[in-house]
């Protein structure tokens, strides 16, 4: 099948960014969402053009989803509340996670992540199996941050 992306690309956090369009034929069905961006990334390396950069912690294969925008909507919280939660945990993490739960929350909201329909479907969906708790987590670790 023939996929049409919408790729946000910015040289640098200060640059004036844009959306570019790429269409990539020959994808599968069976593609992950992230084996069908290194498609592409292969495609813009031969041309000598700067591959689309991601974030892929839980990849290993996986779809991708909960990272990226799709359709004009972010597929879930899931992601960032499973980071937040994982820093918060970690003895090194602890140092920044007030101030880190409340920028990566506020960033969240930029990009128009909204809130989270507590419908699980990113828990059914997410092939890591990567808990919603994680999502009351972030919101307990969000509040608290806000309350000190």
Known sequence: MQVHLKIWRQQTKA???????????????DMS???MLDLLNDRLIRQGERPVEFDHDCREGI????????????????FTAAKIVHLALLPQGKIE?????QRMVAQMDREGFGHCSNTEACEVE?????????????????NRALLS
């Open 97 to 101: 996670a007030r101030q880190r739960v």
């Open 126 to 142: 997410c092939p890591q199996e990567i808990s919603v708790l994680n999502i009351a987590r972030m919101n307990w670790e969000y």
């Open 33 to 35: 969402f992230l084996e």
């Open 63 to 78: 779809c991708g989803q909960c990272g990226v925008m799709i359709n004009g909507r972010a597929s879930a919280a899931l």
């Open 15 to 29: 640059s004036r960014g844009q959306f570019s369009g790429y269409d990539i034929a020959d994808v599968s069905p």
